[in-house]
């Protein structure tokens, strides 16, 4: 998908408000132009990934994968090897499902003491728990089936619902954040729609 769109130095990804899909590339990428428009858990398979928000940047293996907020960022993906590719599972989902799934499963009974990290990313150590779930959303993909919505859905709350178990504080942080610059670009698209008809 990413790769069909690099031909444009400023790449756009924009899917349903909720979608899984697979990613290979036997081509590295360096600094491109990225524009999510949704939140991306993007759970690295095979080679490296490095990330870039104003001025933050960090670098991914195999062993970890990440939790992007929607707006723009620099990417770059490197294969293991030359005769090698870069593969990773993408998970696109919106900040009305976030939203939802905190309705849902409120986190009041757990403090969160300090300060919230303002993060547009986080990182996380893959454990098996998480390396079985990244495992089965391979084998989803795999089976050539088209995957319901309320399948996606399902899968994305066991993983919130996991993730959420272990590092609250940092998962509240950029829920804040994601909502932070949704609502920036919003008004700001707003603004030029006003100015310009």
Same mark, same amino acid.
């Given at each position: 998908?990413?790769?069909?769109?690099?031909?444009?130095?400023?790449v756009?990804?924009?899917?349903?408000?909720l979608?899984?899909?697979?990613?290979?590339s036997?081509?590295?990428?360096?600094?491109?132009?990225?524009?999510?428009e949704?939140n #991306?858990?993007? +759970?690295?398979? &095979?080679?490296?990934? !490095?990330?870039?928000?104003?001025g933050? *940047?960090v670098?991914?293996h195999?062993?970890?994968?990440?939790?992007?907020?929607?707006?723009?960022c620099?990417?770059s993906?490197?294969?293991?090897?030359?005769?090698?590719?870069?593969q990773s599972?993408?998970?696109?989902?919106d900040?009305?499902? #976030?939203?939802? +799934?905190?309705? &849902?499963?409120?986190? !009041?009974?757990?403090?969160v003491?300090? *300060?919230?990290?303002?993060?547009p990313f986080?990182?996380?150590?893959?454990?098996?728990?998480?390396?079985?779930?990244?495992?089965?959303?391979?084998?989803?993909l795999?089976?050539g089936?088209?995957l319901?919505?309320?399948?996606?859905r399902?899968? #994305?709350?066991?993983l919130?619902?996991?993730?959420s178990?272990?590092?609250?504080?940092?998962?509240?942080?950029?829920?804040v954040?994601?909502?932070?610059r949704?609502?920036?670009?919003?008004?700001?698209r707003?603004?030029q729609?006003?100015y310009?008809?």
């Amino acid at each position: 998908m990413l790769a069909s769109l690099k031909q444009d130095p400023t790449v756009h990804v924009k899917k349903r408000n909720l979608s899984i899909i697979r990613y290979n590339s036997d081509k590295a990428s360096i600094n491109s132009k990225i524009k999510l428009e949704q939140n #991306l858990f993007s +759970f690295l398979l &095979r080679g490296s990934k !490095s990330v870039q928000y104003a001025g933050k *940047k960090v670098t991914i293996h195999p062993n970890q994968f990440f939790l992007l907020s929607a707006g723009n960022c620099l990417m770059s993906e490197k294969t293991a090897g030359p005769d090698d590719q870069y593969q990773s599972i993408l998970f696109f989902f919106d900040n009305e499902l #976030l939203t939802d +799934f905190f309705i &849902r499963h409120p986190m !009041s009974g757990v403090p969160v003491k300090g *300060k919230l990290v303002d993060e547009p990313f986080l990182v996380f150590e893959k454990d098996a728990f998480l390396t079985n779930f990244i495992d089965s959303l391979g084998l989803i993909l795999s089976s050539g089936q088209s995957l319901s919505h309320e399948l996606q859905r399902i899968k #994305l709350e066991e993983l919130l619902v996991y993730i959420s178990g272990v590092i609250l504080k940092l998962l509240t942080g950029f829920i804040v954040t994601a909502i932070t610059r949704i609502r920036i670009y919003w008004s700001a698209r707003r603004l030029q729609q006003i100015y310009i008809a």
